[in-house]
């Protein structure tokens, strides 16, 4: 299987994360794609491949350019207002308690603050989502790197991988977080109804909620979101991701979220893959986008779930017997020392070959 990686990640160098208040070591570091990356050579079935430049277009087909423009800025506006912190997240963000009684059109009006301490908040849901210096420059290479991965599969690869980091599905039209900064999946799922015209499916297995691209796609007929999540009731991102949320509009039916208890085994988790599948195989269209995630991981340490490595392995298996061409974008997955052989096992698994 070809896979695109770049080095270009490693410029979103971040140490601390705030949660809770407290600065506590990241989570999301670079060190987790180099795992992969590695587990991968090790492998020898992958080809590695270099992004190449898809410039912002694709970006603000789904993406406020509000959004790219903050995100280009903030290090260098935040060192002009003598901010002298290590990194920037915000301490004060917009709920929708602000404007309650207010229209939602007074809301969507009011402008975007001047100071980076309330730009960070506009343009944020928490401060998991540190940026530093070259957090910019890494998101556009991760948004290259699923752009790169998409036209490796529409160009005839059966399915491909792209090393996307930071990861993507909780970014939002207008809104960076959880580790995410611009929506990979949702860039490529764009990209890839707007080239040919089909129906795209997207099937996040991350143990998140994609709350940024059920956001994206709401509304939206011809891209079908389904996720296997936590229950946001005890898991972030706490404010969507329930059973109820079918879109509305074009999109009415077109969401399908099966939150899921702590604790969740292999077979539980199988369960619901069929019945994501299912779904999918009800819709027409040849792709699948996959948010690749393996927070899911029993030893994850942000995450609740049980799985174990081979499970992994079966349900790239089961999402490749769909037929359908597959392009496979990393998101989350934290407990490094199984994250390399958790992505061979999937991968491998996408490929029907054996798990070594
Ligand atoms: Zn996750």
Known sequence: MKAVYTAAHLAHDVTYETYLGQPLPANEISERAELIRQSLQGDG?????????????????VHDPGLVRFLESAWADARREQLDVPYLVADTYPTIKLYEGMSPDFAAAQPAPEAVAGALGWWGLDTSNPIVEGTYGAARAAVDVALTTVDLVLGGEQAAYGLCRPPGHHAA???????CFFNNVAIAAEAIARSTGERVAVLDVDYHHGNGTQQIFWRRGDVFYASIHADPMRQYPFFLGHGHERGEGDGQGENLNLPQPAGLTNDGYLAALDRVLEAIAERPGSVIVVSLG?????RDPIGDFA???P???EVGRRVAATGRRLVILQEGGYYRPALGDNAVAWLRGAESRPLA
């Open 45 to 61: 079935g992958f080809s590695f491949v270099a992004p190449t430049d898809h410039g912002e277009a694709p970006i603000t087909a």
């Open 173 to 179: 039209r207008s809104m960076a977080g959880g580790y």
């Open 294 to 298: 393996f927070d899911t991981y029993g």
């Open 307 to 309: 799985l174990t490595t």
């Open 311 to 313: 499970v992994y392995h």
